[in-house]
C-alpha cells in the first residue's frame, strides 16, 4: 500500500471540506480551494479527518493513491497556513518594486515588466532584490514564480538574473584570451 496515501489528513478547526461528485471543496481562513479528484478515489470524510483509499491495486490506481492524498493535504495546508516562494533578483541596476497589486521588474530591458498578480496570489518586495509568491494553491503559487524566474533566468557566467532563494547556480569560467 501506498506509504504517502494510506495517511489520514487531519482536518483543523475552522476548515470546511467538502466533497461532491468528484470536486473537493476546501474553505479556511486563507481563502477556498476546489480541485477536481479522480473519480476512482474513494474519499471517505469524518469531522476531523480525510482518508483516501483505492478501489483496486493495479498500477494506475497506486499511482493516483498516493497522487490525490498529497493534493488534498496541500489544499488543506494552503487555507490554513498558505504557502510562499521566494525570489532573488542578482544584477546591478536589477530590482523590483510592487505598485497596488502589480509587481514591476527591472531587469535590464529596454522597458520595465509589470505582472498582475492573479486571484489569490500576493506579491511581497521586502527588499528591492527580494521577491515573495503568496498564496493558499501551492500549485498556482509556483508557477507563478517559475514565470518570474522566467522573464530574465540566472547566467552561469555573471550570475545575473533572477533565481530562487535557496537555489545555487553552478558558475562557468568565461573564455580566455590565448
Known amino acids: 500500500m501506498s506509504r504517502i496515501g494510506k495517511e489520514p489528513i487531519d482536518i483543523p478547526s ?7 461528485k468528484g470536486l473537493m471543496t476546501v474553505k479556511g481562513p486563507k481563502g477556498q480551494l476546489e480541485k477536481q479528484i ?7 470524510l469524518d469531522d476531523k479527518q480525510i482518508v483516501v483509499k483505492r478501489p483496486t491495486d493495479n498500477k494506475m490506481h497506486k499511482s493516483l493513491h498516493g497522487l490525490t492524498r498529497s493534493l488534498i493535504a496541500n489544499m488543506v495546508d494552503g487555507v490554513t497556513k498558505g504557502f510562499e516562494k521566494k525570489l532573488e533578483i542578482n544584477g546591478v541596476g ?7 497589486n502589480k509587481l514591476v521588474l527591472t531587469i535590464g530591458y529596454s522597458h520595465p515588466i509589470e505582472m ?5 496570489i500576493e506579491f511581497d518586495v521586502p527588499a528591492p532584490n527580494k521577491i515573495t509568491v503568496k498564496g ?7 508557477i507563478i514564480a517559475a514565470n518570474i524566474r522566467k522573464l530574465r533566468e540566472p547566467d552561469p557566467y555573471k550570475g545575473k538574473g533572477i533565481k530562487y532563494e535557496n537555489e545555487h547556480i553552478r558558475r562557468k569560467v568565461g573564455k580566455t584570451g590565448a
Do not use: S, T, W
Not at 38 to 44: A, F, P, Q, S
Not at 94 to 100: N, P, S, T, V
Not at 136 to 142: C, F, M, Q, S, T
Open 38 to 44: 479522480h473519480n476512482d478515489m474513494i474519499i471517505e
Open 94 to 100: 536589477y530590482r523590483a518594486a510592487k505598485q497596488g
Open 116 to 120: 498582475e498578480a492573479p486571484e489569490g
Open 14 to 20: 475552522g476548515v470546511d471540506v467538502k466533497f461532491e
Open 136 to 142: 493558499a494553491d501551492k500549485e498556482l503559487v509556483g
